[in-house]
């Protein structure tokens, strides 16, 4: 019960989860009292904060799979690159681990992207703390330039590599 309140609104903090019948009771300064017909209210559990694995790093140009650890059934996660609104995928829980795809990334420079989940379950949201996020590198795609000299049957020729950096042949 709330007793006691004078206002014409409630607050109540639900710890369980489940469909509960509340009602109101009011009584006037004489105690004459009435009471509210019941009403039913379904209170939906707060998702768990989901576990994203670490994820390899991937070149510029490509997708890669981001997968969270374990899922809850019903529950609507959304994977999300930090800095943006917009949803780069959603999986729907079935209980075990699940992968998300991501949408191809492109940088021109090496950089690090972070990425986080929400959880949803009927609009209770939980999305992953900050010290949770799983950086993702993605490496820039060298752009490999040559120097072609003239090239003669039998004779050794240096063929010039222009890049700043490291190269493997």
Request: charged residues 15%; glycine residues 6%; contains cysteine.
């Amino acid at each position: 019960p709330m007793s006691g309140e004078t206002s014409s609104s409630m607050t109540k903090t639900w710890n369980d989860a489940g469909t509960h019948t509340i009602y109101v009771y009011e009584e006037n300064a004489e105690g004459v009292g009435n009471t509210s017909d019941e009403a039913s209210i379904t209170i939906y559990a707060k998702p768990a904060s989901p576990t994203i694995n670490d994820i390899a790093a991937i070149c510029s140009g490509t997708a890669t799979n981001v997968t969270l650890s374990t899922t809850q059934n019903n529950v609507i996660y959304r994977l999300y690159r930090d800095g943006t609104d917009n949803s780069l995928n959603t999986i729907y829980g079935n209980g075990s681990s699940q992968s998300f795809t991501t949408p191809t990334i492109t940088v021109e420079e090496t950089e690090t992207v972070n990425l986080y989940v929400v959880a949803s379950n009927l609009g209770c949201n939980v999305r992953i703390p900050e010290s949770n996020f799983k950086p993702l590198v993605v490496n820039e795609v060298p752009d490999a330039t040559f120097d072609w000299p003239t090239i003669y049957k039998g004779v050794p020729t240096v063929i010039a590599y222009r890049n700043n950096t490291s190269t493997n042949f």
